[in-house]
């Protein structure tokens, strides 16, 4: 990792082969300024981003489906709000701007369309593919799919480099595997409660040289209030059994013999693997993100990881389909 002269300057890597430097904690702009009953204030949105953009954090990673379409917009207004650090930040946003995509070149080349404009820009350093299934691999791959147009694109200077995002690590992991790819974005397999991306993901994105962004590294929140806070219904799209809430309270020991937050814990163990770049957490308010940026600066002996390794397992939270 490197970072910058400034004592404020977080930590960073380079995202894989790409050559882009990412600042190892990033935006993930899915909840930003998202209440409790689940609607969206754009007034908080905002400030949350500028507050995660003046506490360091140079990497916002978003989609044209983000709070029903307002989140490339929102992440625009914040550029023009911080014209001096707009140079030294990397943008990335996903393919697929209506919910029922099909993936082909047509629509692929339109949604680039639709986020340049949105964003305010005329590049995109970096543009994945968002939530393929894996049984539309040959669809996606192929003659007239989105990733020949993404291709395309690639050559005419319009974007930089090529990923995949898909939030079910059993659909992304095939794309990751094919090889083609340059980065992706993996939620739901690498945190303190999961492992599953060590079973595919990581080691074909080690073999090929790929950038992992980790996303939901804090699990709906449970890593970074801890089992004092939190209750089981609070989180969403998660089921948090009491054997699940016990483990945690057996990390946050760990985390109190060290003097070490919970929180630091679970963002910086992602990025203690060498191929996971930079991890994304998704701030609803500016307190939060400036949290998570205080988080990463966090000192943490080595005693600490040696003790936790071992605990490590994975817990199947995810809810049971209706």
């Known amino acids: 990792m490197s970072s910058s002269s400034t004592a404020s300057a977080l930590p960073t890597k380079m995202l894989g082969r790409t050559g882009v430097e990412v600042t190892t904690i990033g935006v993930g702009c899915g909840s930003l300024g998202r209440g409790a009953d689940g609607s969206i204030n754009a007034d908080t949105a905002l400030a949350t981003l500028l507050a995660a953009l003046d506490a360091g954090v140079r990497f916002i990673d978003t989609a044209s ?13 914040a550029l023009r709000e911080r014209p001096t650090l707009a140079g030294q930040i990397v943008i990335e946003t996903k393919v697929r ?27 995109l350093p970096v543009i994945y593919i968002h939530d393929p299934s894996a049984a539309i691999f040959d669809r996606v791959m192929g003659p007239g799919g989105a990733f020949a147009a993404l291709r395309q694109l690639q050559f005419e200077g319009v974007i930089g480099h090529i990923g995949i995002a898909s939030n079910n690590p059993w659909d992304n992991a095939p794309y990751i595997e094919s090889g083609e790819f340059e980065a ?46 939190a209750k089981p219904e609070e989180h969403a799209n998660r089921q948090f059994t009491p ?21 630091a814990a679970a963002l910086q163990y992602v990025v203690r693997h060498p191929v996971v770049s930079a991890t994304i957490p998704g701030p609803r308010t500016p307190e939060q993100a400036r949290a998570n940026a ?6 943490i002996p080595d005693a600490f990881w040696t003790e936790l390794e071992p605990l490590l397992r994975t817990f199947d939270t995810a809810l049971p389909p209706e």
């Open 97 to 123: 701007d209506v919910r029922d995509f099909g993936y082909t070149g047509d629509e692929a080349r339109r949604s680039v369309e639709t986020s340049l404009s949105r964003l305010g820009l005329s590049h």
């Open 65 to 77: 489906l983000y709070l029903d379409g307002s989140a490339e917009r929102i992440v625009g207004q």
């Open 243 to 263: 054997e699940v809430f016990a483990h945690v309270e057996r990390l946050e020991g760990v985390c109190a013999e060290h003097g070490v937050s919970l929180l």
């Open 184 to 229: 992706a974005v993996v939620p739901d397999a690498f945190s303190l409660l999961s492992q599953v991306a060590l079973e595919r993901i990581l080691p074909a994105a080690q073999r090929f040289g790929m950038g992992i962004v980790i996303a939901t590294p804090l699990e709906r929140g449970l890593l970074a209030t801890g089992t004092r806070l």
């Open 294 to 299: 205080n988080a990463v600066r966090e000192p």
